[in-house]
């Protein structure tokens, strides 16, 4: 095998030759499976053999061995791989994980290639797994569905227009965010996050777990509904209190603390991700005007926009600002990389603060706060829980006794609008619009909210230009306000 350098030395190419000595027969094994599962439950030995050596691959064995137990072995044969070909296997012995908490230390190795010949290059020849399993002992999720937008992508507006009825759909259990990936709303983190797992405009990534069913992480829009209902109905293992929410008014800085509160056992490279949306960016220019597909579809909430829509565009749940890395903090700072949680354990973090500039308007902003499972494989991330709170100039913990409150926003109104409203006990919630007669023009009854911060989106796009009162039923209290459209 030859490797070239090309240095640039004044203007002059110098090129460096280093040769090294190809093996015959050089195997490579990988996991490439989940390192967590139930207590009790079998589970697949998956990985991934790579053929590094110069001869032809036809067969080999795959072993495995658990805590230094007995080895597991199976010949896989009728191969046909050349040089840095691959092989996905699935074992034909599963393996069940015993006592919840415990660490199951599992070894992968190849041998007996192409019938009885050793493998001449032992440096790469094993690879190894800590495998976790718990209670399964859970709580409810709210589920994260990450939108890959662009001003450019005329479908971005129908990702738009099912995110609103998902949340209309599954009032206070989903959190969209939408990464701009052109244009003055870009980000430099959310950039890096799409590029990682090779998401395509207009797709989401949802909870980042990869269904079996898609090729890359990413969801097509047709299955948002599905994959979110399925995350919805799947328990988590923790739950995000937020602890204190502040916009600092003499420095314009934002601040975020967080309890995480675990209720079974979690293990691996855990990481805790803070930023800042703006739920309803809107501007003059070519950043802003988005380009339409709908325009023409009789029934489509873009319907008869325009294409591009230039004056009344309003790009929702925009990712402005981290309060941490993109792809989050260590939970410990103080133990990075690979962490063991007990059950029924509290960890707390403080996020760096971040600085929010003038133009972003303060009164539409909110503080996401999620905790995930990280991997370099990004198909084997996992979103575990997502939390979502309005940015205010006082923490909650100072606010914890507030009265219902409610606010519609943008005000005046175009299609869409938030009904953003806080709640001091769990209320079933209705929503009812009138207009200037008094006539109710619209009815949501869209079922019980928990207390805290919560919002609802109104669509208006049947209304004629006017002005209107929202009326919110929340238990045995009602809560109103105008807008105009």
Not at 131 to 156: C, F, I, P, Q
Not at 462 to 467: D, R
Request: net charge negative.
């Amino acid at each position: 095998m030859i490797m070239k350098k090309l240095f640039g030395i004044l203007g002059f190419s110098v090129i460096f030759f280093t040769f090294t000595n190809a093996q015959t027969y050089d195997l490579a094994s990988k996991f490439k499976m989940l390192d967590r599962g139930l207590n009790g439950v079998a589970v697949d030995i998956k990985g991934e053999v790579t053929n590094l050596g110069t001869a032809t691959l036809t067969s080999f064995d795959i072993h495995y061995q658990v805590d230094g137990g007995a080895i597991q072995t199976t010949s896989i044969s009728s191969l046909n791989l050349g040089t840095g070909e691959k092989h996905s296997f699935t074992h034909p012995v599963k393996f069940t994980p015993g006592t919840a908490g415990t660490l199951h230390k599992i070894m992968l190795w190849a041998d007996q290639i192409n019938g009885s010949n050793a493998d001449e290059n032992t440096e790469n020849d094993l690879d190894s797994l800590y495998y976790m399993s718990n209670t399964g002992t859970g709580v409810s999720r709210t589920v994260l569905l990450e939108h890959v937008a662009s001003v450019k992508d005329g479908n971005v507006p129908d990702g738009y227009a099912i995110i609103d009825q998902l949340m209309t759909a599954n009032p206070g259990k989903l959190i969209p965010l939408n990464f701009q990936m052109w244009g003055i709303m870009v980000t430099f983190e959310a950039t890096e996050i799409v590029n990682k797992i090779g998401a395509g405009t207009s797709t989401a990534l949802i909870d980042r777990i990869k269904w079996p069913q898609y090729t890359k992480v990413n969801v097509p829009r047709a299955d948002w509904n599905a994959r979110v209902t399925e995350r919805i109905n799947t328990k988590t293992p923790v739950w995000i209190e937020l602890k204190k929410v502040n916009y600092n008014t003499n420095n314009s800085m934002v601040e975020c603390e967080a309890n995480f509160h675990f209720v079974d056992y979690v293990a691996g490279d855990i990481r805790v991700t803070c930023l800042v949306t703006e739920d309803f960016v809107h501007g003059e220019g070519q950043d802003y005007n988005q380009s339409n597909y709908y325009d023409n579809v009789s029934g489509h909430p873009f319907y008869h926009r325009g294409n591009p829509i230039i004056t009344d565009m309003y790009h929702h749940y925009v990712v402005r600002s981290y309060l941490s890395a993109d792809w989050g903090d260590w939970i410990d700072k103080n133990m990075p990389g690979y962490h063991f949680i007990t059950k029924d354990t509290t960890v707390s973090v403080t996020f760096k603060p971040r600085v929010i500039p003038d133009n972003w308007n303060l009164n539409q902003m909110h503080v996401v706060v999620m905790v995930a499972y990280y991997t370099e494989d990004v198909n084997t991330l996992e979103v575990l829980n997502v939390a979502k709170k309005k940015l205010t100039t006082v923490s909650i913990e100072e606010n914890s006794d507030e009265k219902e409150a409610i606010k519609v926003y943008p005000n005046p109104v175009n299609d869409f609008a938030t009904v953003d409203f806080s709640l001091s006990s769990t209320e079933k919630v209705i929503v009812e619009v009138y207009n200037t007669l008094g006539e109710q023009v619209i009815l949501m009854n869209n079922g019980t909210y928990a207390p805290g911060d919560n919002y609802i989106m109104l669509n208006t796009s049947e209304l004629p230009s006017g002005a209107y009162l929202v009326r919110l039923t929340a238990g045995n209290h009602i809560l109103t306000e105008r807008f105009i459209k």
